[in-house]
């Protein structure tokens, strides 16, 4: 069904309904209007990596984690799994008339917000840092789940639009201030490819106000850009209870009606909260018509028709027994394998299991299936963690022995034990004597990096104070390193963490992510050689958080790999394996179309000069060296996941974008300011910091256009 007979089917049933019937359709619970045949709908669910909080579900690794594989064709297929199995639950709910919360075919995601400071805790529900690569990673993952079908398959959202990423504790109440240049540059292009080329369904606005306008309610956002330049068609939804924020804190209305008429006419078509719950009273007091209701009501009727609600669709017939099933555990154990990367590595990997006998694993993420899952997470049937994953590995062939080494935060696990002397050190240490090679697991959870509010969360808030680990994991960390065994560390954490002691000790470094319900699996099949790791960094690891700007600060002066003046500890993009791959030769034909440059193809011989089958990534970075306002350092504009067995050479096109060679000045204004460019390609940024760590240096060429 195409969007134009779903309007039209949407205005002929809207306008059977009283002003009172098409304002409850405006609420996310919306009520049934039995007299119609209009069921109940909520339109509140979630699938940031799986769909989440309504029981049972295949747990993809979270979002950053999905962001580290940089590969476009893995975002369909993790898309198509969601709608899969969204539809196969909605099938049996609906059928037993359970139409509560997390029960409908609305997914509020991706989160296509910047990951611009890595104290942000909800940095990893997005896909990074880098406006490009995010945008170009969930444009096929919007895709795979709507589908391309007669009817929709579910709908998915963008959020949160606009300029969101921190702090959490100010959120409701803070005005994010970013300039006409940084909007164009970093905070928009993502939510744009969501809209042009994703066809986005819907999109979310964010609690705080950008350049002194609600997110929820903001013209220039909303009815400016989104609907207008953009031509926006799907609906808008708040963020939960932001439109409360108006009056409670952003004091830009005096009541909750004012609130409504502010969201109502600037589009906001569905409320996440309790304000719309005062339509009535707004529209009774003439602030309102009920022309904008009958148009928001129409917007969300037009996707419930696109979803075939009324009709009988290709979709009804999907049983419940999708859910977890093998071919979707496949999809989700190839995404943990593609995201994880390898940091450091002296040789000592891949292990040899054949020439250990004894293997000691630590730390307080060993075990731990909270790591596994991230925030936003569906439930899993089974959880295979990283020990768990490992003792599979070696049944058989060598011991395993464990300890947990500490808490992930607390002092002490113990709350008896003397809490000046981490109770759980000397076990550690007798491991370490006891054992061949040390595996120290540490990092974070969703409790210590996550939303606003999150329960036990520490800091009360879900940002981190700075990039280090937690005392005790601190304390754990460099007695192991110093007791003299080959040590592998790994790190869960969605987020940037400073492992600069590890770099300097440790034989190997591992950034494992949230690797899902079953990432501990795919985790040891890396530490063992069955599969070579290829995850790239899609966020810079910083070496501390002393060089970065107040995390206030919307500005993107020094913030990201594009505008950092520092070194980084690990640069966006990087990842080793265990080949060797490298870019060899570069061919760059510029292309036009209809008179206009339309971009190029940029035509790199790789190869694999190690002695181990890989996969890895060829990323295209561009620089503007014509126009001072250029972005300072090369971007990313193209990348393409490529599998090259040992010895082997191959030819890879990446097709770049007219817009990858365009600039914006200082007024927003993005265009071809100059003619001159260099073109970059490697298997990772063209920075010195990733050749030193790489030994390998990207190619280069001069192109005029």
Same mark, same amino acid.
């Given at each position: +069904?195409?969007? *134009?007979?779903?309007?039209?089917?949407?205005?002929?049933?809207?306008? $059977? +309904?009283?002003?009172? @019937? $098409?304002?409850?359709?405006?609420?996310?619970?919306?009520?049934?209007?039995?007299?119609? /045949?209009?069921?109940? &709908?909520?339109?509140?669910?979630?699938?940031?990596?799986?769909?989440?909080?309504?029981?049972?579900?295949?747990?993809?690794?979270?979002?950053?984690?999905?962001?580290?594989?940089?590969?476009?064709?893995?975002? %369909? *297929?993790? /898309?198509?799994?969601?709608?899969?199995?969204?539809?196969?639950?909605?099938?049996?709910?609906?059928?037993?008339?359970?139409r509560d919360i997390y029960k409908g075919l609305t997914f509020w995601s991706p989160n296509v917000n910047i990951f611009r400071d890595p104290r942000w805790g909800r940095g990893h529900e997005t896909y990074g840092e880098d406006p490009y690569l995010t945008g170009t990673l969930a444009v096929p993952f919007i895709k795979g789940i709507q589908g391309d079908g007669e009817y929709m398959k579910a709908a998915a959202c963008a959020k949160h639009f606009a300029v969101h990423s921190g702090p959490e504790a100010d959120r409701h109440f803070f005005d994010a201030k970013a300039s006409k240049k940084d909007l164009e540059e970093t905070y928009l292009p993502a939510f744009e490819a969501c809209v042009k080329e994703g066809n986005v369904e819907a999109v979310m606005g964010a609690y705080n106000r950008t350049n002194g306008e609600p997110c929820c309610a903001n013209k220039p956002l909303m009815v400016d850009l989104l609907r207008g330049k953009w031509g926006f068609e799907g609906h808008f939804v708040s963020d939960c209870w932001a439109v409360r924020d108006f009056h409670e804190n952003h004091k830009v209305t005096a009541t909750p009606e004012e609130s409504v008429q502010l969201a109502l006419e600037m589009g906001c078509d569905v409320n996440c909260g309790c304000t719309y719950q005062k339509m009535m009273n707004a529209y009774r007091a003439g602030l309102i018509t009920e022309e904008q209701i009958t148009e928001s009501a129409v917007r969300l009727f037009t996707t419930r028709f696109l979803l075939g609600m009324f009709d009988k669709t290709e979709y009804d017939n999907i049983p419940f027994t999708v859910v977890e099933c093998d071919e979707h555990q496949k999809v989700a154990s190839k995404a943990a394998a593609e995201s994880i990367v390898l940091l450091k590595n002296d040789g000592i990997l891949p292990l040899n299991k054949k020439e250990l006998k004894t293997i000691g694993v630590v730390g307080p993420n060993a075990d731990s299936r909270i790591a596994l899952q991230g925030n936003y997470h569906g439930t899993s049937s089974r959880f295979v963690t990283v020990l768990e994953g490992i003792e599979d590995k070696v049944a058989g062939d060598a011991r395993v022995l464990y300890s947990e080494g500490c808490d992930l935060w607390k002092p002490n696990l113990s709350n008896l034990s003397d809490q000046d002397y981490p109770d759980r050190l000397s076990e550690v240490q007798t491991i370490a004597d006891y054992s061949d090679v040390m595996v120290v697991v540490v990092g974070l959870d969703e409790n210590l990096e996550g939303e606003e509010g999150d329960a036990g969360n520490q800091f009360a808030s879900g940002d981190k104070i700075n990039l280090e680990l937690p005392i005790p994991q601190r304390q754990l960390l460099n007695s192991v390193l110093d007791c003299g065994k080959p040590t592998i560390v790994i790190?869960?954490?969605?987020?940037?963490?400073?492992?600069?002691?590890?770099?300097?000790?440790? #034989?190997?470094? !591992?950034? #494992?992510?949230?690797?899902?319900?079953?990432?501990?699996?795919?985790?040891a099949d890396i530490l063992f050689g069955?599969?070579?790791?290829?995850?790239?960094?899609?966020?810079?690891?910083?070496?501390?958080?002393?060089?970065?700007?107040?995390?206030?600060?919307?500005?993107?002066?020094?913030?990201? &790999?594009?505008?950092? =003046? /520092?070194?980084?500890?690990?640069?966006?993009?990087?990842?080793?394996?265990?080949?060797?791959?490298?870019?060899?030769?570069?061919?760059?034909?510029?292309?036009? %179309?209809?008179?206009?440059?339309?971009?190029?193809?940029?035509?790199?011989?790789?190869?694999?000069?190690?002695?181990?089958?890989?996969?890895?990534?060829?990323? !295209?970075?561009? %620089?503007?060296?014509?126009? @001072?306002?250029? !972005?300072?350092?090369?971007?990313?504009?193209?990348? =393409?996941?490529?599998?090259?067995?040992?010895?082997?050479?191959?030819?890879v096109t990446v097709r770049v974008a007219a817009k990858a060679f365009t600039s914006v000045d200082n007024e927003g204004e993005r265009k071809l300011f100059s003619h001159s460019f260099k073109v970059y390609a490697g298997m990772n940024q063209p920075d010195k910091r990733s050749e030193e760590l790489t030994g390998v240096k990207c190619i280069e060429q001069d192109v005029q256009i």
């Amino acid at each position: +069904m195409n969007r *134009e007979e779903a309007r039209k089917r949407a205005k002929e049933l809207v306008a $059977k +309904m009283t002003v009172e @019937e $098409k304002a409850s359709q405006l609420r996310y619970d919306s009520p049934a209007i039995d007299r119609l /045949g209009v069921p109940a &709908y909520n339109w509140w669910n979630e699938a940031l990596h799986g769909v989440a909080r309504a029981g049972t579900a295949t747990m993809f690794p979270q979002a950053i984690a999905l962001a580290a594989a940089f590969d476009k064709d893995l975002m %369909k *297929e993790v /898309g198509e799994v969601i709608a899969e199995e969204g539809r196969a639950k909605y099938n049996e709910q609906s059928k037993r008339g359970d139409r509560d919360i997390y029960k409908g075919l609305t997914f509020w995601s991706p989160n296509v917000n910047i990951f611009r400071d890595p104290r942000w805790g909800r940095g990893h529900e997005t896909y990074g840092e880098d406006p490009y690569l995010t945008g170009t990673l969930a444009v096929p993952f919007i895709k795979g789940i709507q589908g391309d079908g007669e009817y929709m398959k579910a709908a998915a959202c963008a959020k949160h639009f606009a300029v969101h990423s921190g702090p959490e504790a100010d959120r409701h109440f803070f005005d994010a201030k970013a300039s006409k240049k940084d909007l164009e540059e970093t905070y928009l292009p993502a939510f744009e490819a969501c809209v042009k080329e994703g066809n986005v369904e819907a999109v979310m606005g964010a609690y705080n106000r950008t350049n002194g306008e609600p997110c929820c309610a903001n013209k220039p956002l909303m009815v400016d850009l989104l609907r207008g330049k953009w031509g926006f068609e799907g609906h808008f939804v708040s963020d939960c209870w932001a439109v409360r924020d108006f009056h409670e804190n952003h004091k830009v209305t005096a009541t909750p009606e004012e609130s409504v008429q502010l969201a109502l006419e600037m589009g906001c078509d569905v409320n996440c909260g309790c304000t719309y719950q005062k339509m009535m009273n707004a529209y009774r007091a003439g602030l309102i018509t009920e022309e904008q209701i009958t148009e928001s009501a129409v917007r969300l009727f037009t996707t419930r028709f696109l979803l075939g609600m009324f009709d009988k669709t290709e979709y009804d017939n999907i049983p419940f027994t999708v859910v977890e099933c093998d071919e979707h555990q496949k999809v989700a154990s190839k995404a943990a394998a593609e995201s994880i990367v390898l940091l450091k590595n002296d040789g000592i990997l891949p292990l040899n299991k054949k020439e250990l006998k004894t293997i000691g694993v630590v730390g307080p993420n060993a075990d731990s299936r909270i790591a596994l899952q991230g925030n936003y997470h569906g439930t899993s049937s089974r959880f295979v963690t990283v020990l768990e994953g490992i003792e599979d590995k070696v049944a058989g062939d060598a011991r395993v022995l464990y300890s947990e080494g500490c808490d992930l935060w607390k002092p002490n696990l113990s709350n008896l034990s003397d809490q000046d002397y981490p109770d759980r050190l000397s076990e550690v240490q007798t491991i370490a004597d006891y054992s061949d090679v040390m595996v120290v697991v540490v990092g974070l959870d969703e409790n210590l990096e996550g939303e606003e509010g999150d329960a036990g969360n520490q800091f009360a808030s879900g940002d981190k104070i700075n990039l280090e680990l937690p005392i005790p994991q601190r304390q754990l960390l460099n007695s192991v390193l110093d007791c003299g065994k080959p040590t592998i560390v790994i790190n869960m954490s969605g987020s940037s963490i400073n492992l600069g002691v590890a770099q300097d000790k440790a #034989a190997a470094v !591992i950034q #494992a992510w949230y690797p899902g319900a079953k990432g501990g699996r795919d985790v040891a099949d890396i530490l063992f050689g069955d599969v070579s790791p290829s995850g790239k960094l899609p966020v810079t690891f910083y070496a501390n958080s002393d060089d970065l700007p107040d995390f206030r600060d919307y500005s993107m002066k020094n913030r990201t &790999y594009r505008y950092f =003046e /520092g070194t980084p500890l690990y640069p966006f993009g990087y990842g080793l394996t265990y080949g060797k791959c490298v870019a060899k030769d570069m061919k760059v034909e510029t292309l036009t %179309k209809d008179g206009e440059f339309d971009g190029a193809n940029v035509e790199v011989t790789v190869a694999n000069e190690g002695c181990t089958d890989t996969d890895d990534v060829l990323q !295209i970075y561009i %620089k503007d060296t014509g126009f @001072e306002l250029a !972005i300072p350092h090369p971007a990313l504009s193209g990348f =393409e996941r490529v599998n090259l067995k040992a010895g082997e050479e191959k030819k890879v096109t990446v097709r770049v974008a007219a817009k990858a060679f365009t600039s914006v000045d200082n007024e927003g204004e993005r265009k071809l300011f100059s003619h001159s460019f260099k073109v970059y390609a490697g298997m990772n940024q063209p920075d010195k910091r990733s050749e030193e760590l790489t030994g390998v240096k990207c190619i280069e060429q001069d192109v005029q256009i």
